[in-house]
């Protein structure tokens, strides 16, 4: 129950076997907490004989009052606003992408997550495909179709940078968890009219990357470049990669290490 429990609801939640005394008896039961607040429903294993999705519904039923969390009580209930809210973010980290449904694209992967706010995701995990009432693939194809929507494209001249290339930045309109919108046909298509003889991609971080033109620059001479913005303005849990990326015949390829 608790491993299910767990890849239901994501790591923002700690979920636990406790006892407690009862009316002169331990009785055993399961506390699920969301990391950083105090409510903490413990629900009795020994007569709650409910699934794992039971479950986690009445934890959010019973925190349905508090300001915190309580809106997204109705929200995971409900297959067709969790749909509506799939998206794609990316990460480099293997063991991180493991534990939910992710694919890898060169060496990087696309993790999909529901995002309830601007403030609060839940990664998705194999288990909430039957609270979504999708298979995988049809997930992911969800994902896209949202980010499509959601996708931006802007210019970074107007910000103060040192390095004097022009380039596009490719991220989300909330600019959070944006650097899968390169995978957004309506970025590619949009980023093939701005730069006719290709592009490159710089991962800034897990929110953008930036588009730079391949006809005056190199993977080799945006070495340098990558390696200052990840150490000097890029928190390491927000780093992509050190590597250059671009796109051949629709695939995304690493250029260089």
């Known amino acids: 129950m608790v491993k299910k429990l767990q890849e239901i609801l994501g790591n923002d939640f700690e979920i636990k076997e406790v006892t407690t005394k009862k009316n002169n008896y331990d009785a055993h039961g399961i506390m699920i907490r969301k990391k950083g607040e105090s409510v903490a429903p413990i629900f009795n294993c020994e007569i709650s004989k409910v699934t794992p999705e039971e479950l986690a519904k009445a934890y959010f039923e019973i925190i349905a009052d508090n300001d915190s969390i309580g809106a997204y009580a109705n ?57 979504l009432k999708v298979t995988e693939n049809e997930l992911f194809a969800l994902a896209m179709k949202n980010m499509d929507k959601d996708c931006a494209l802007y210019s970074t001249e107007e910000e103060e940078l040192e390095y004097d290339i022009p380039m596009m930045a490719v991220t989300n309109h909330s600019t959070n968890l944006g650097a899968a919108s390169i995978f ?64 051949e015949n629709g695939v995304f390829l690493k250029t260089m290490s």
């Not at 990316?90 to 999909?112: C, H, I, R």
Request: proline fraction near 5%.
């Open 75 to 131: 929200q995971i209930q409900d297959p067709c606003w969790m749909r509506e809210h799939v998206y794609l973010r990316m990460t480099s980290d293997v063991q991180y992408a493991e534990q939910y449904l992710n694919k890898k694209v060169a060496d990087l992967y696309l993790v999909p997550y529901i995002r309830f706010s601007e403030s609060y995701t839940t990664n998705i995990t194999p288990s909430h495909l039957h609270l």
């Open 184 to 247: 957004c046909k309506r970025i590619q298509k949009r980023l093939e009219d701005i730069f006719p003889d290709g592009f490159y991609l710089i991962p800034s971080s897990i929110h953008e990357f930036l588009a730079v033109d391949k006809k005056i620059s190199t993977p080799e001479s945006l070495k340098e470049m990558i390696s200052d913005i990840n150490r000097d303005k890029v928190d390491v849990e927000d780093r992509l990669s050190d590597a250059a990326y671009c796109f």
